[in-house]
T-cell receptor, first 112, second 116 residues
Framework: SQKIEQNSEALNIQEGKTATLTCNYTNYSPAYLQWYRQDPGRGPVFLLLIRENEKEKRKERLKVTFDTTLKQSLFHITASQPADSATYLCARQNQAGTALIFGKGTTLSVSS | GAVVSQHPSWVICKSGTSVKIECRSLDFQATTMFWYRQFPKQSLMLMATSNEGSKATYEQGVEKDKFLINHASLTLSTLTVTSAHPEDSSFYIC????????????FGPGTRLTVT
């Protein structure tokens, strides 16, 4: 069955540094991957979608890559700020194409 | 951007009672809405996919007679937890998409259910 794994439960970095979060998937390459931010006690908020044929996508301080050889997506936040502290989730489509499967998330803490 | 609301934001009920949670897309029409459950420190687990005007599709292991889903209009889906038990206590989140799962999903703020 297709899986999506975010191996790091937590990541702690200092303000101003670049945070890099990893998402790995198994089996076939999904047509796209999505990244979301979730704050405690809140629903996730969509950040970026990257398609299989897009190696890299950017949005302000965010950058996402998609490596079909490594079966991996990297999510970068440059010039990180304490306000970036949250849990970040990656998601892929299920095989039937009817729903999203979410990883467990990586909780990022940015200290000032 | 697209806004999804949920009501109530939290609810406490007694074991054996039923609870209804509403999910509304406020500024767009959603042909498909999704219901998730999230336990502490866990990922979102899809419970069911709700299509307007038709029966919901439940994920394996989710009891459809216990978690009743109704999607009567393009802007409203409801989840009713029937005969709730303490193990049903969780964070329930809905999402809606303008174009199915190929597009970003807009999530509601979630409903914290506590069954005593």
């Amino acid at each position: 069955s297709q899986k999506i794994e975010q191996n790091s439960e937590a990541l702690n970095i200092q303000e101003g540094k670049t945070a890099t979060l990893t998402c790995n998937y198994t089996n076939y390459s999904p047509a796209y991957l999505q990244w979301y931010r979730q704050d405690p006690g809140r629903g996730p908020v969509f950040l970026l979608l990257i398609r299989e044929n897009e190696k890299e996508k950017r949005k302000e301080r965010l950058k996402v890559t998609f490596d079909t050889t490594l079966k991996q997506s990297l999510f970068h936040i440059t010039a990180s700020q304490p306000a970036d502290s949250a849990t970040y989730l990656c998601a892929r489509q299920n095989q039937a194409g009817t729903a999203l499967i979410f990883g467990k998330g990586t909780t990022l803490s940015v200290s000032s | 951007g697209a806004v999804v609301s949920q009501h109530p934001s939290w609810v406490i009920c007694k074991s054996g009672t039923s609870v209804k949670i509403e999910c509304r897309s406020l500024d767009f029409q959603a042909t498909t809405m999704f219901w998730y459950r999230q336990f502490p420190k866990q990922s979102l687990m899809l419970m069911a996919t709700s299509n307007e005007g038709s029966k919901a599709t439940y994920e394996q292991g989710v009891e459809k007679d216990k978690f009743l889903i109704n999607h009567a209009s393009l802007t409203l889906s409801t989840l009713t937890v029937t005969s709730a038990h303490p193990e049903d206590s969780s964070f329930y989140i809905c999402s809606a998409s303008v174009g199915g799962v190929s597009y970003e999903q807009y999530f509601g703020p979630g409903t914290r259910l506590t069954v005593t």
